[in-house]
């Protein structure tokens, strides 16, 4: 274990579905990160959350909508998705000042 | 925005052998450059790292080399061995943001 723990590790849903992702860290960290990992893909940042409070939105649809509830904690909120959705989902944080990225071990994602 | 290119795509080594990883980069105020690397069912680890004030470092059989004039950054794995084969991921960010750009990754074979 990294430290970073998300659950589910896979997860199956309809396009018609309402499911969530969940992402907790025991390492202190003050920052957290979800990006989506496609195949033949770069890692693709979605959000980032510094003291809990949103710094970035790297024009995701709203369809993914995250949520902090603290520093430990860090949920993305999945509603209608499309197959093409379908892709790794890593939950990473770090703390300011020191940038490298310790991440979890992923949701594999299937939209069906 | 940032861009990163990393190059090869695939490397297949004989254990024992050297590999080297590179990547180019856009944005000249970018000064830190981490490497991670993914095993099959994992996320992406962080294995070392530079800054933009130093050319150079090591870590055991693994070292990166930053040149900031011509924007490329190289990771060196010397005596490979078969459990270095992983997906190795080079990225970009600086220390006024938080927003890291990954390369596309690089699928290492060390065959022994």
């Known amino acids: 274990e990294t430290g970073v723990t998300q659950t589910p590790r896979h997860l199956v849903m309809g396009m018609t579905n309402k499911k969530s992702l969940k992402c907790e860290q025991h390492l202190g960290h003050n920052a957290m990160y979800w990006y989506k990992q496609s195949a033949k893909k770069p890692l693709e940042l979605m959000f980032v959350y510094s003291l809990e409070e949103r710094v970035e939105n790297n024009s995701v649809p709203s369809r993914f909508s995250p949520e902090c509830p603290n520093s430990s904690h860090l949920f993305l909120h999945l509603h209608t998705l499309q197959p093409e959705d379908s892709a790794l989902y890593l939950c990473?944080?770090?703390?300011?000042?020191?940038?490298?990225?310790?991440f979890g071990s992923g949701t594999r994602l299937t939209v069906v | 925005g940032e861009n990163v290119e990393q190059h090869p795509s695939t490397l297949s080594v004989q254990e024992g052998d050297s590999a080297v990883i590179k990547c180019t980069y856009s944005d000249s105020a970018s000064n830190y450059f981490p490497w991670y690397k993914q095993e099959l069912g994992k996320g992406p680890q962080l294995i070392i790292d530079?800054?933009?004030?130093?050319g150079e470092k090591k870590d055991q059989r693994i070292a990166v080399t930053l040149n900031k004039t011509a924007k490329h950054f190289s990771l060196h794995i010397t005596e490979t061995q078969p459990e270095d084969s992983a997906v190795y991921f080079c990225?970009?960010?600086?220390?006024?943001?938080?927003?890291?750009?990954f390369g596309a990754g690089t699928r290492l074979f060390v065959k022994a």
């Open positions: 990473a944080s770090s703390q300011a000042g020191t940038l490298g990225y310790t």
């Open positions: 530079i800054r933009s004030n130093v």
């Open positions: 990225a970009v960010s600086n220390t006024g943001g938080f927003k890291t750009i």
